[in-house]
């Protein structure tokens, strides 16, 4: 069973940054793929980035390439989502999620993911 925990949401003003942090609880963390997804209002959640367990990078999707970089710290039990120069766009509910994807491909669907935080809003300005 792992619990995940999201932090650092704001608002922001466009071309700012914010890291988000996700913690989670349980042995076995390292063991998992971590995402990040994010829901904006009136649309579905979608892929944000992904990290396998060794630290190595899956996959961003082309809105956020360039901009967002993914980090995990297994001693702490946290992943990070560091986004800068952000848009109006960006502004979403941002989810993280532990999973086991073996793909590039998997990593973007949300059904490759066993346990999911509850959020935390990051809100863009223009």
């Known amino acids: 069973q792992v619990q995940l925990v999201e932090s650092g949401g704001g608002l922001v003003q466009a071309g700012g940054s914010l890291r988000l942090s996700c913690a989670a609880s349980?042995?076995?963390?390292?063991?998992?793929?971590m995402g990040w997804f994010r829901q904006a209002p009136g649309k579905e959640r979608e892929f944000v980035a992904a990290?396998?367990?060794?630290?190595?990078?899956?996959d961003f999707p082309d809105s956020v390439q360039g901009r967002f970089t993914m980090s995990r710290d297994n001693a702490k039990n946290t992943v990070y989502l560091q986004m800068n120069s952000l848009k109006p766009e960006d502004t979403a509910v941002y989810y993280c999620a532990a999973g086991t994807p073996t793909t590039r491909a998997l990593a973007r669907r949300q059904d490759q993911y066993n346990y999911w935080g509850h959020g935390t809003q990051v809100t863009v300005s223009s």
């Open positions: 990290i396998r367990w060794i630290g190595d990078i899956l």
């Open positions: 349980g042995r076995t963390f390292s063991s998992y793929a």
